[in-house]
């Protein structure tokens, strides 16, 4: 072998080496990081919660609106039904 080549070899080598240990550095360092609790988590939610309380109640208000509309309009056909009832028993005889 010659000096180019043994050169060459060991700075393919040292190379190798600088991966091989960085590689090994960021696994440990992913491993050791902060992992996040159950606890933590719901904090996060009940803070994304809090900050969107007023969309909340505004979207609920539009939804309170529709059901009251949709009861109303329900209890004015169950009268109209019980109205036409009554006016063909009428009509029978009954």
Same mark, same amino acid.
């Given at each position: 072998?010659? =000096? ?7 700075? %393919? ?5 600088? =991966?091989?240990? =960085? ?7 992913? %491993? *050791? $990081? $902060? ?5 933590? =988590?719901? *904090?996060? /939610?009940? &803070?994304? /919660?809090a900050d969107s309380s007023n969309d909340f109640a505004e979207a ?6 529709? /059901? &009251? ?16 009832? %009554?006016?063909?028993?009428?009509l029978v005889g009954y």
């Amino acid at each position: 072998m010659d =000096a180019d080549t043994m050169q060459n070899g060991n700075a %393919s080598k040292i190379w190798i080496g600088i =991966a091989v240990g =960085a590689a090994v550095g960021i696994g440990i360092a992913l %491993s *050791r $990081r $902060r992992q996040r609790t159950r606890w933590d =988590a719901a *904090r996060d /939610v009940t &803070r994304r /919660v809090a900050d969107s309380s007023n969309d909340f109640a505004e979207a609920t208000r539009e939804i309170m609106e529709h /059901v &009251r509309n949709i009861y109303d309009e329900g209890r004015k056909v169950a009268d109209e039904a019980a109205e036409l009832w %009554s006016q063909g028993r009428r009509l029978v005889g009954y």
